[in-house]
């Protein structure tokens, strides 16, 4: 089979997850990879960027695709199953009410967003814990981890970010962002690339949340002053980075 041949962002994102992984020991030798496939360009990027990582590490790790429909249309992950059968990649999908839920009379206390991610991730880590897995990837980018920096700051008066790696159940399992250093444009390059099977979100929420206003105003104020849009990103992304190292050598 001839090698596949890359085009600069392709590398880019598979470089970039690669220095980021080693530089955080983010897997080893036998682990065990959930990959949260929500169906959006982050996910399959992801999945894609992992697979490029499979055939370039010193050692062996194992890959399965978690896939938990919220409900709202209950067949439009449909591409995913063909394309994973086609490489090899074990899987396990799902169909819930979460999606509905949220946004009914069922979810009375909070924004419909932080219900259905809750109940989401939850039931990952029920699927991590059910297969045996050891880590468990999102494919959150460079512009989540400023967006949760913001949003963190903004409505919960804390400075938090979106941790690079993280152990959770006295380390049973680990939830890892490959990504975390790659922007959303890099993404975007590489999803038309590799000719991904992307599906539209159908939740009535997706464009129309506080999450998306506080990027909307940050991409505003980005756009009148040269320079803060990679100063913010290279700071956090800094921040981060160094957290996850002084984590790793405590």
């Given at each position: 089979?001839?090698?596949?041949?890359?085009?600069?962002?392709?590398?880019?994102?598979?470089?970039?997850?690669?220095?980021?992984?080693?530089?955080?020991?983010?897997?080893?030798?036998?682990?065990?990879?959930?990959?949260?496939?929500?169906?959006?360009?982050?996910?399959?990027?992801?999945?894609?960027?992992?697979?490029?990582?499979?055939?370039?590490?010193?050692?062996?790790?194992?890959?399965?695709?978690?896939?938990?429909?919220?409900?709202?249309?209950?067949?439009?992950?449909?591409?995913?199953?063909?394309?994973?059968?086609?490489?090899?990649?074990?899987?396990?999908?799902?169909?819930?009410?979460?999606?509905?839920d949220a946004h009914s009379d069922v979810n009375k206390n909070n924004s419909p967003c932080f219900y259905c991610a809750m109940k989401r991730r939850t039931r990952l880590f029920e699927l991590c814990k059910q297969y045996?897995?050891?880590?468990?990837?999102?494919?959150?980018?460079?512009?989540?981890?400023?967006?949760?920096?913001?949003?963190?700051?903004?409505?919960?008066?804390?400075?938090?970010?979106?941790?690079?790696?993280?152990?959770?159940?006295?380390?049973?399992?680990?939830?890892?962002?490959?990504?975390?250093?790659?922007?959303?444009?890099?993404?975007?390059?590489?999803?038309?690339?590799?000719?991904?099977?992307?599906?539209?979100?159908?939740?009535?929420?997706?464009?129309?949340?506080?999450?998306?206003?506080?990027?909307?105003?940050?991409?505003?104020?980005?756009?009148?002053?040269?320079?803060?849009?990679?100063?913010?990103?290279?700071?956090?992304?800094?921040?981060?980075?160094?957290?996850?190292?002084?984590?790793?050598?405590?």
């Open positions: 089979m001839a090698k596949e041949k890359l085009s600069y962002a392709q590398k880019q994102c598979i470089g970039s997850a690669g220095k980021l992984m080693q530089q955080t020991e983010m897997i080893h030798p036998g682990a065990r990879i959930g990959i949260a496939m929500s169906g959006g360009m982050d996910s399959w990027v992801l999945m894609k960027t992992l697979l490029h990582r499979q055939k370039i590490v010193p050692f062996t790790f194992e890959m399965m695709a978690l896939h938990i429909n919220p409900g709202f249309d209950n067949t439009c992950h449909a591409p995913l199953a063909p394309w994973l059968i086609k490489h090899g990649i074990p899987y396990h999908i799902e169909t819930t009410t979460d999606g509905p045996g897995l050891t880590h468990l990837a999102f494919g959150h980018n460079a512009d989540d981890l400023v967006g949760t920096f913001l949003m963190n700051l903004y409505e919960g008066g804390s400075v938090r970010g979106m941790s690079i790696k993280e152990d959770f159940f006295n380390g049973d399992l680990t939830i890892i962002r490959p990504l975390l250093m790659v922007k959303k444009d890099i993404i975007r390059k590489c999803v038309k690339q590799w000719e991904l099977p992307l599906w539209d979100n159908p939740c009535p929420s997706a464009f129309d949340s506080r999450r998306k206003d506080v990027m909307d105003d940050f991409w505003e104020l980005a756009g009148k002053y040269k320079n803060l849009k990679q100063n913010v990103f290279n700071g956090l992304s800094r921040w981060q980075l160094g957290l996850t190292l002084d984590s790793k050598a405590k």
